[in-house]
């Protein structure tokens, strides 16, 4: 919903651009029924396995001329026989298994198989320790596997992924819940994988990423396709030109907005220092930083342009546009009476770590957060969502999305549930899935970093939720830069970040935003 306090900047800003669609398996299958309604009807499973050959002949080391090629019952195994035929016309020695049986259970698979056959190929249903290859092919379920994989089949995965070979999965490492990230028992760890036709939800989230490898996308020649019904989208580069703002020459300080940042209880004031000095830095003309302890400091000689006060001191001033609170805050009575009177401020609101564990502890914060009729903002990690669901954090990755969507709901809030592929979601049933980021993140402070960048970008007058799409994309973006740069990921620190994500924005700024006249 669009903030309902004033308007900071002179240019407005326009809704998040949707443009990379992500799907459940129920909506891939939409997909695929409206293809196969075509008349001629298209054969995906031809240019599907063409795809994968071509990927696999592109990554394959210099020296491969080997192949294995694992095929299941399924269509993803009759994809499978389709790339072993390329492969075998690419002088590739191809072995193909076939570890359940090959009888197919799709009259494309069984063509596929045929014409495998008839190409001189053979199909074994054993595997040798003693065979070598370059590469392996991993075509043995689909999107459509719903239980986990059998002792057998456990086993097989496990040597597969112990072998020194390019492992390239087919649409999706098997093993690998396509509407979750979740892992079915056990998974194959691809180097690569060749999706079709949209995105799957579990390659971004969960456990996806540490499966996937480094994921490619086909159309299979169908180019544009009449989207299902869908809600989910990836978080693009593009979402940031909604936040990179002109500044005209004539703005000064008030321009671009005032954010007090509570939190800061005693041994914790470092939480909502990271969160000024990221404020600040990403753009919010006043950071006021507000302490429950009263022992804080008076200044941050880092970053002395934060006016630091204590917390009863800032609870409601005219000129703010926006407060977060959360950062080191604790849990006690002071605290929940300070929580108390900010949720009841009429400007967009930030909640994060403690703030989301009062809320947690007490149904009349639920209340008074789920009335709000101003933008407010979750953050939490898998273990705050799950004080705030009162279930568990197993509960919760078992389902990031519906996790992310409950809590958008229950508390009438915009939320990220931070983590490998981090999931923002908002009242309206809209959802998106961050892919910036890598295991440099892992480290104490990232999210007093974050909650700080996204209210630096509210304040300066952003919508609510596009601030929240630009802050999690960007800051992962940092992440990324510093770890090709060597600064991490071992090492890497949370201030760290703020400086490599202000670099980043400020050149795309300067690439893309001409300024006023």
Known sequence: MPNKCPTINQIAYTEPMHTVPVYQTEQIRQIEEYLFSLDPKPNLMESAGKAVADLAIQVAPTHARSALVIVGPGNNGGDGYVTARHLKHANFRVAVLAPLNK?????????????????????????SNEDSYDLIIDGLFGIGLKR???????????????????????????????????????????HHTVTFLGYKVG????????????????DLNMGP????????YLIGNEVLNNVLTPRAKSSHKGTHGQLVIIGGSEGLVGAA????????????????????????????????????RKASELIQLDSTTCIAIGPGLGVSNVAYDILTKIL??????????????????????????????????????????ARLLDCSVREIQ????????????????????????SVC??????????????PGMASAGMGDVLTGIIGAFIAQGAYSHTALLAAVHLQGLAADQLSNDGCGPIGMTASETIDAARIIFNKQRNANVAPLV
């Open 344 to 385: 009841a401020l009429p400007i967009p609101i930030i909640l994060d770590a403690d703030a989301l564990n009062l809320i947690a502890q007490h149904p009349a914060l639920v209340t008074l957060t789920n009335n709000r009729d101003n933008p407010t903002v979750l953050t939490p990690h898998p273990g705050e969502a």
């Open 103 to 127: 009888n197919q259970t799709s009259p494309d698979a069984v063509s596929a198989l045929e014409k495998w056959e008839s190409a001189g190929g053979t199909v074994q249903s054993t595997l």
């Open 398 to 421: 078992a389902n990031r999305v519906q996790a992310t969507l409950t809590l958008a709901s229950k508390f009438n809030a915009e939320v990220v549930l931070k983590g490998v592929g």
């Open 148 to 190: 986990n994989l059998s002792v057998a089949l456990e086993e097989l995965v496990k040597h597969i992924n112990s072998l020194p070979a390019t492992i390239i999965s087919i649409d999706i490492p098997s093993g690998l819940s396509a509407d979750t990230g979740n892992v079915m028992g056990c998974c194959i760890r691809a």
């Open 225 to 232: 396709v009449p989207p299902p019904d869908n809600h989910g």
């Open 203 to 218: 390659l971004h989230t969960g456990l996806g990423p540490d499966y996937s490898g480094t994921i490619h996308f086909s």
């Open 273 to 308: 220092v990271l969160s000024g000095r990221a404020a600040i830095k990403l753009g919010a003309g006043r950071v006021l930083m507000g302490f429950v302890d009263a022992a804080s400091p008076s200044i941050d000689w880092m970053q002395p342009e934060i006016m630091m």
């Open 425 to 438: 979601a908002f009242p309206d049933g809209n959802w998106f899935i961050n892919t910036t980021g890598n």
